[in-house]
T-cell receptor, first 115, second 112 residues
Framework: DTEVTQTPKHLVMGMTNKKSLKCEQHMGHRAMYWYKQKAKKPPELMFVYSYEKLSINESVPSRFSPECPNSSLLNLHLHALQPEDSALYLC??????????????FGQGTRLTVV | GDSVTQMEGPVTLSEEAFLTINCTYTATGYPSLFWYVQYPGEGLQLLLKATKADDKGSNKGFEATYRKETTSFHLEKGSVQVSDSAVYFCALTLSGYSTLTFGKGTMLLVSP
């Protein structure tokens, strides 16, 4: 199983709402990532978790709050977002460590629209 | 810093034409190199990879060779199909976290 599953696929939320994006993988990967992708742009790294601990935060605004409750799950909690936060949010996972830099496996993404 | 440069798109081809998408990189160490493909409305799929110099990655008729001397990883396919229409991203990683540095992406449009 090389799947990373993200839910929901689409989400529309108001600027005062609180919502969560979910990501799950069962490949035994101990590194998990959130990326943000605006239209016609490459993905941009937001957060990296390794062994369920936050390792990298790319100066993301606090209205985005990541959480890694266990080695298979990754959440992104959203609160008080702005319309410019509308984007495709991609989750990815990878093997951690080892002699070579390995590939990341991506989910299908959550298309978020903030109204 | 590390960076990836790929050719601007869109690349427009007829079915069965030969495809080349150029990719060059700048990195302070010895990166692993990847090509990811993104079909409309979907996430990214790994197309192929190479982890050291002179490695050739291949998948679904696509190939790319890691050229350290020219810092390049050009994507090629001998005969494209309409179903290959997508955005192709060249990417590298240096860290143990597999955090990716992407090129800007190249849209490929293949007509029948």
């Amino acid at each position: 199983d090389t799947e990373v599953t993200q839910t929901p696929k689409h989400l529309v939320m108001g600027m005062t709402n609180k919502k969560s994006l979910k990501c799950e993988q069962h490949m035994g990967h101990r590194a998990m990532y959130w990326y943000k992708q605006k239209a016609k742009k490459p993905p941009e790294l937001m957060f990296v978790y390794s062994y369920e601990k936050l390792s990298i935060n790319e100066s993301v605004p606090s209205r985005f709050s990541p959480e890694c409750p266990n080695s298979s799950l990754l959440n992104l909690h959203l609160h008080a977002l702005q319309p410019e936060d509308s984007a495709l949010y991609l989750c990815a996972s990878s093997v951690l460590g080892g002699p070579m830099n390995t590939e990341a496996f991506f989910g299908q993404g959550t298309r978020l629209t903030v109204v | 810093g590390d960076s990836v440069t790929q050719m601007e798109g869109p690349v427009t081809l007829s079915e069965e034409a030969f495809l080349t998408i150029n990719c060059t990189y700048t990195a302070t160490g010895y990166p692993s190199l990847f090509w990811y493909v993104q079909y409309p409305g979907e996430g990214l799929q790994l197309l192929l990879k190479a982890t050291k110099a002179d490695d050739k990655g291949s998948n679904k008729g696509f190939e790319a060779t890691y050229r350290k001397e020219t810092t390049s990883f050009h994507l090629e396919k001998g005969s494209v199909q309409v179903s290959d229409s997508a955005v192709y991203f060249c990417a590298l990683t240096l860290s143990g976290y597999s955090t990716l540095t992407f090129g800007k992406g190249t849209m490929l449009l293949v007509s029948p």
